[in-house]
């Protein structure tokens, strides 16, 4: 059974720091890219990130070009996002997701909010 | 940047009778599209990829069609359970970044 677990979510204060992980089990983590795509509260769904199957490429959304960044470890079948200096328009609950190209995201996570706030 | 307009922003019909949900792109690039419906609290599900491709689990009342920079998503005849959020992400396919358009509630 494929599974995506989210973690790391929290409060965060603008212009402070927050990881958030993805564990993944059930298919070979390594063969696929991954992504993360967000959920203001109330709003649609925002594509952030998304790293190739070795990490060797990332893309991001022009509004969080050089605050975050995306980084995996294949060993650990793990995804990451890393939020620095997060403004109040990043509040969201933050998805992981598999990444197919083509065959678009056919596995999500369950979601792990991020709050930031003074 | 291309934009992904979803039309109606709600759609409201009754169990049995045919939805008919728009996705249009603002440019023609080399892309796929997808549909995904989410209910609330949940994570979105894959419907469609690649436009009119049913995803692995997903009823044959649930059909995908494109027509130049117009996406269609198109319910046969509409279930209790398909009341929900529906949303059309377009990834183009140089470089790989992904675009959503703002969602269509279905309603009853």
């Known amino acids: 059974e494929v599974q995506l677990v989210e973690s790391g979510g929290g409060l965060v204060q603008p212009g402070g720091s927050l990881r958030l992980s993805c564990a993944v089990s059930?298919?070979?983590?390594?063969?696929?890219?991954m992504s993360w795509v967000r959920q203001a509260p109330g709003k649609g769904l925002e594509w952030v990130a998304s790293?190739?199957?070795?990490?060797?490429?990332?893309y991001y959304v022009d509004s969080v070009k050089g605050r975050f960044t995306i980084s995996r470890e294949n060993a650990k079948n793990s995804l990451y996002l890393l939020i620095n200096s997060p403004r109040a328009e990043d509040t969201a609950l933050y998805y992981c997701?598999?990444?197919?190209?083509?065959?678009?995201?056919?596995?999500w996570g369950q979601g792990t909010r991020v709050t930031v706030s003074s | 940047e291309i934009v992904l307009t979803q039309s109606p922003a709600t759609l409201s019909l009754s169990p049995g009778e045919r939805a008919t949900l728009s996705c249009r792109a603002s440019?023609?690039?080399?892309?796929?599209l997808a549909w995904y419906q989410q209910k609330p609290g949940q994570a979105p599900r894959l419907l469609i990829y690649?436009?009119?491709n049913r995803a692995t689990g997903i009823p044959a009342r649930f059909s995908g069609s494109e027509s130049g920079t117009d996406f269609t998503l198109t319910i046969s005849s509409l279930e209790p359970e398909d009341f929900a959020v529906y949303h059309c992400?377009?990834?183009?396919?140089?470089?790989?970044?992904?675009?959503f358009g703002q969602g269509t509630k279905l309603e009853i």
């Open positions: 059930g298919f070979t983590f390594s063969t696929y890219w």
């Open positions: 790293i190739k199957e070795d990490g060797s490429e990332k």
């Open positions: 997701a598999r990444d197919g190209g083509k065959e678009a995201m056919t596995y």
């Open positions: 690649d436009a009119s």
């Open positions: 992400q377009l990834r183009i396919n140089w470089p790989p970044v992904y675009t």
């Open positions: 440019q023609s690039v080399n892309s796929y």
